[in-house]
């Protein structure tokens, strides 16, 4: 059926079936016709139902042969989604075997009447802050000359401790700005976007970035939305829902420490806030800045394959900047190892200003066995471990919250507990009869510090990624149990042990000291500065084993009669079935991996996969494609 011109609209549907993952024509009522744009959205009747739907294009006639069902309302005729972010939306679907609803769910904020209402405000424009925090870097001020002369350079970043890489990103920012163009920039949580959103507010002037988190309510989420979308802003800094915002002429995406697991979206089809980013600067034609503290596997590749260059600091410089670091493995005297060992008291004695320790753990004791036969402690009802919160709290089971009184060993009869692994609270008291003319504060889980007085001299004790800042520097930092971080069952436990450590150590003051408790052929690393070395042997490491970002890896969870019909499915001769392996009672795991180059027809493969039990009305499985933990 032929329409007027301009009478036709392409929808994508709101719809979970991969097999509907299209655009659908609906005709444009006239009553309609001057409320019906590109990019707004609209309510069609799809499969009997009124669903939500984007407007993609208009369309002067129809491929389809029969009668066009009318679009049924139109919910706004703001244009929220752009041609571009709809071309990455598809883009992202494809690389992760997803469909374009569940990206446009990541990508666009709910609607909120009012924020339409306010009229659009006009563009202010940047402040001209220079580059003088990017000197100290090899290409540094040459990367952002590029930016300024309306390049697009891309390169990975490794900031030195107290250089503020916030006001090096601002500045990049600013001159990519006063080309006119725009930029994306992506940090982990809230809580750097608060840190980041005051040095923006500095350097750039108030009113030229936007922030676009979860975190902030609907109104002022939408409204911020509505300003960058309009062309009020042309920076967005936020988490990793920013990474869709839909920037005008984009010209500058950057993440900073991509490693962190909070880059990696929880929802359906699991993007990564770098892959996000890295594709659209791939469409757009935009620059690229991966930086943070330390250097993920991934970023490593951009390099050798010389598609991102390196901004760093040169070796003399690197080691003068980053704080000393001395390794123990605890051992005293000949004495079995220590936990906490005399280099640590004795460094933490001598600060005359605050020091940090970061252990791995939160808690009191988060595990315990028989002192005598080393059995570990269980739960006499459901046989689960056995935990100890406090102190003056009873053992309790940390599956049925049992409360464990007049505990026994039952493989040898003793009564003596052992903490294997110690958490920061236990930490915490050990040091406060250690150090009783020192301040203990204690940062972690629910009780997360934002920054600490130097006044007083404070001894801190936080678990990984809860490390609060201090002006001036911590005088001491202390990693303890570098071997427990090392110890859990993930293929990317160096990479991000490292990460936690380099972000502890970027922490220290000027000329501070650090000790790592552990095996020193492990740390070197951390005592040469080195965080490329160290992803240039994971990256290694990665290729042995056909891991991203050398392979492509995809997971498939589902029941485990499905996933065992699965494993004998005929998949082309790349793909190497690993699997199943049970996850949880019922359930199985199929890891399906093959050559990087393979990697599009992996996801074409499992999209259509998808397709055909979506199509069949078949129960639907749980697909991933490059996940950060398998």
Known sequence: MSQAQGRVARVLVDTPLSH???????????????DVVAGCRVKVRFAGRLVDGFVLDLAEQSAHDGTLAPVAKVVSSEPVLTPEIARLARLVADRYAGTVADVLRLAIPPRHARAEVHPPGESTPPRDPGLASWHPYLHGAAFVEALTAGRSPRAVFNPLPRHDPERSVAEAVAAVVRTGRG????????????????????VLGPGVHAVLTAAERPAARYRSFLRVSRGEVRVVLGTRGAAYAPVRDLGLVVVWDDGDDLHAEPRAPYPHTREVLLTRAHDTGAAVLLAGYARTAEAQSLVDQGWCGEVVADQPTRRREWPLVDVTDGTEHGAAPARLPSAVFTAIRAADGPVLVQVPRRGYRSALSCDRCRTPVSC?????PVVQHRADQPLVCRWCASTVADWACRTCGGTRLRSPVVGQLRTAEEFAASFPDRTILTSGGDRVLDRVDREGAPLVLATPGAEPPVDGGYEVVVLLDTWLMLARDDVRVVEESHRRWFNA????????????????AVLQGLVRADPAGVAARERAD????????????????????????????????????????????????????????EGAALARALKQLAAERSAAKESPVRIQIDPVAF
């Open 542 to 597: 990665r290729a042995e084993t056909h891991l991203p970002p050398v392979g492509r890896v995809a997971t498939v969870e589902g029941p485990e009669d499905v996933i065992a019909h699965l494993a004998g499915r005929s998949w082309p001769p790349f793909v190497d079935v690993l699997g199943p392996v049970p996850t949880e009672p019922g359930r199985d795991r199929l890891i399906l991996r093959v050559p990087r180059r």
């Open 20 to 34: 509907l993952d299209r655009p659908f024509d609906y005709a444009v009522p006239e009553e309609l016709s001057g």
């Open 380 to 384: 006499l009802r459901c046989h689960g």
């Open 505 to 520: 150590l970027a922490l220290a003051a000027y000329g501070g000291r650090a000790i790592a408790v552990g095996d020193g």
């Open 183 to 202: 930029a994306v920039v992506c940090v982990p949580d809230v809580r750097d976007v608060q840190r980041w959103d005051a040095v923006f507010t500095e």
